[in-house]
């Protein structure tokens, strides 16, 4: 509830503001990793959710908008460069 009521706070102050939470499962599979990043996306009222896992030493992870789901990316630094261009095209 304290986050829901920060993020409102900030989205009045900074309108173009663009929330991304982070969902760290570190068990979690496939299915149980997008239901959980997708509560978070929805509680939290977040423009996107990385959800993230290290099940068995391996790292999953998928970046979650509203309508849209990319993924699964077995390492960091391509959900990394993902992210990246995602926010960009959302700030041009």
């Known amino acids: 509830m304290c986050l829901r009521k920060n993020l409102y706070s900030l989205r009045n102050y900074s309108p173009a503001l663009i929330a991304v939470g982070f969902k760290f499962e570190p ?4 299915e149980e990793l997008i239901k959980r990043g997708s509560q978070l996306l929805k509680q939290a009222n977040l423009d996107m959710v990385v959800a993230n896992s290290n099940r068995n030493k391996l790292y999953q992870a998928f970046i979650l908008e509203k309508n849209n ?5 077995l390492t960091k630094h391509k959900m990394a ?3 990246s261009k995602i926010l960009k095209n959302k700030l041009n």
């Open 27 to 30: 068990d979690a599979r496939k």
């Open 69 to 73: 789901k990319y993924g699964p990316f």
């Open 81 to 83: 460069r993902c992210l």
